[in-house]
């Protein structure tokens, strides 16, 4: 019988990629790649996302690539986000066809068509990517944002040293620790993810794991982005999660709130709504380690 430390080393193993899976993506992406090259003035073009960052997890999809457009040649800056986008997805729709093309808020993803069977076997191929039409804006960059018709800041270059640090700092079991968590929270069986969008998951353990969390009492505040722009509440990270046990634990279930700007308005809200309470104590302590570990380990 394994020991607990050896099933979590096996857990781990087995979401991390191999070569064969490795080379899929690399030529999926450079295919991409070379073929935007041939529609449109770039400047730079570069991995980003979790895959960039190997904190990824199974079965793989939405490999992030960011487009650096070249200002000189293209406008789209001084226009409404959803321009780029619809000229971006007009040419990925030209080789890929309509039906495999979707325009995102702040991306065009291609779907590959890849069958991923219960297990989340793949057949060791990516199932789609994620084309991120960029400018540089000094040291960051800016990207659109179509669900508030902007274009916002982003840095992926410093979430990527970020997440090395953390590594380094933590014995080289960072990155694995979050794609574990990360794979607990894709579980169909919780319905829609407790934490989304996934990447909340690594800015909570780049404290909770390498920063020094401070305890539960944390939970109320806001996460910043590590690259300095944008937050994220973890209230809202804290209802996704008693959601999606109400769900797997076949009670009522309250909807997911959006993230909140105000940790303390949202703890307000939270209170009054109805099924927001659980018989399960990791859900009363506000222990969002706890919490995580119900929701992973206990119900899948």
């Known amino acids: 019988m394994l020991s607990t430390n050896e099933a979590f080393r096996k857990f781990k193993s087995k979401l991390e990629l191999n070569q064969r899976e490795q080379d899929n993506a690399s030529s999926r992406e450079k295919e991409v790649r070379e073929y935007l090259d041939t529609k449109f003035s770039i400047s730079n073009d570069f991995l980003t996302g979790s895959y960039a960052r190997w904190t990824k997890t199974k079965p793989l999809k939405d490999v992030d690539i960011f487009f650096v457009l070249n200002p000189n040649k293209h406008d789209y800056r001084s226009k409404a986000p959803s321009v780029v986008l619809t000229d971006l ?12 093309v979707k325009k995102q808020s702040r991306s065009i993803n291609v779907d590959f068509g890849v069958h991923v069977d219960a297990d989340d076997n793949t057949d060791y191929r990516i199932m789609s990517v994620d084309a991120v039409p960029a400018f540089v804006d000094g040291a960051d960059y800016e990207i659109p944002d179509n669900d508030h018709g902007k274009w916002i800041k982003t840095n992926p270059k410093t979430h990527a040293e970020e997440a090395t640090t953390a590594h380094q700092a933590y014995s080289n079991e960072w990155k694995g620790l979050v794609r ?8 169909q069986k919780h319905g829609e993810k407790p934490v989304k969008p996934s990447f909340l998951i690594e800015v909570m353990a ?12 944390r939970i109320f505040d806001t996460w910043p982005d590590p690259a300095g722009w944008g937050r994220r509440s973890a ?3 804290i209802r996704r999660a008693r959601s999606a046990h109400a769900t797997c634990c076949g009670r009522p279930s309250a909807k997911p709130l959006s993230p909140s700007t ?10 009054s709504r109805p099924g927001a309470r659980c018989s399960d104590p990791s859900f009363r302590s506000r222990d969002p380690i706890m919490t995580l570990k119900r929701i992973g380990v206990d119900h899948g």
């Open 89 to 100: 997805h007009n040419a990925l729709a030209d080789k890929y066809g309509e039906k495999a």
């Open 180 to 187: 574990m968590v990360k794979y607990w929270n894709n579980n």
């Open 206 to 217: 780049l404290q909770v794991l390498h920063g020094g969390f401070g305890g539960s009492d």
């Open 235 to 237: 209230m809202a990270w």
């Open 262 to 271: 105000s940790p303390a308005r949202g703890a307000k809200e939270n209170r």
